[in-house]
């Protein structure tokens, strides 16, 4: 009996002044799987997509995906892997000469290793970055991975992501690129069961970024997590956890001045009752700042600002009762 497998193709959407519309990407053919996971832009004719896709041309392993818009199309442009499965999870576009995007390879079944790769305006490559558990304890395997990425400046970009230790623990990793090399920083200190796991990171200039992701320590629940970067050192500032009782995670990061800071995600038992997460910090604390009209069950992934009067989120949203089915969802802040 022949084995059919589902076909995923890769997704792009277009926003024109009245509404959105699908736009066309570059798939290639006889490929199981197409997947573009992130995206950043540097003008409207050079837009940059990353993630993996997975089929016959590779041989069943996921392999990396950089996808470009240059103004009428999307096409494939070859990046680099390492062995084994690879995968691009986000990417930061600073010029049309100087793109960044991260994720990881897994070389071994049980080993994950972060992966950072670079776009001169020519080609895409491997840059080295440092593992921050290069031989964890016999048994436990090597897992790290990068999750995110955002720049400031040719010499000031910043990836996030988390590893676990000799300790067991699973721990935040922040990578600093200074126009040279890439350099692990030091996460906050934490407890001996912590379990921290930065998903997203936004960089606005040297003294200001920030990353959100899950508090995972508790044993009964997940909590939101945020972390902040004042030119210095790390630090945990307190988020808000409003569903309580049930998993509360920040997925997307969006820091537009020292005083406005957006972060969005999901909490909720599952995907019949999550309602979405929107918080913002205003320079002291973070407060909940979900619309009261949000009642059906939705997510939240991905957020961008434009100004600070018009910041999309975009997600996906369901229906009551868990009936089907899940939908894509975009949000915008009401303009003045």
Avoid at 45 to 61: F, I, K, N, R, Y
Avoid at 143 to 171: H, K, M, Q, Y
């Amino acid at each position: 009996m022949p084995i059919i497998l589902p076909i995923f193709t890769a997704l792009a959407l277009a926003f024109a002044p009245a509404t959105w519309r699908v736009v066309p990407t570059a798939d290639r053919a006889g490929q199981a799987e197409d997947f573009l996971q992130a995206t950043s832009a540097v003008t409207a004719d050079d837009v940059w997509a990353v993630g993996h896709d997975a089929g016959a041309q590779t041989g069943g392993l996921d392999r990396t995906l950089a996808e470009h818009w240059n103004g009428s199309s999307w096409q494939i442009v070859a990046t680099p892997n390492p062995d084994g499965d690879s995968d691009l999870l986000s990417v930061a576009a600073l010029t049309r000469t100087d793109v960044w995007a991260v994720g990881l390879s897994r070389p071994t079944l049980n080993t994950l290793v972060p992966l950072v790769e670079h776009f001169d305006g020519t080609s895409w490559s491997i840059v080295p970055v440092p593992s921050p558990n290069p031989d964890p304890p016999t048994g436990s395997g090597q897992f790290t991975e990068l999750t995110g990425v955002s720049a400031v400046s040719p010499s000031d970009v910043w990836a996030t992501g988390w590893f676990n230790d000799n300790r067991g623990r699973i721990v935040p990793l922040f990578e600093h690129w200074n126009g040279t090399a890439w350099r692990i920083v030091a996460p906050p200190a934490q407890g001996p069961t912590a379990r921290l796991l930065p998903r997203a990171i936004s960089a606005r200039a040297a003294d200001d970024v920030w990353a959100v992701g899950t508090d995972n320590t508790s044993t009964e629940t997940v909590r939101t997590l945020s972390l902040h970067w004042n030119g210095k050192v790390w630090s945990v500032v307190p988020t808000v956890n409003p569903i309580p009782g049930a998993a509360n995670a920040l997925s997307a990061v969006v820091a537009i001045a020292p005083n406005n800071v957006w972060a969005v995600g999901d909490g909720g038992a599952n995907n019949a009752t999550d309602v979405p997460l929107i918080e913002h910090f205003d320079g002291h604390s973070w407060t909940n700042a979900v619309p009261a009209n949000a009642k059906l069950p939705s997510r939240l992934f991905g957020i961008v600002a434009r100004s600070a009067g018009d910041i999309w989120a975009v997600g996906t949203r369901g229906a009551p009762n868990g009936s089907c089915c899940i939908r894509t969802l975009a949000l915008q802040t009401a303009m003045a």
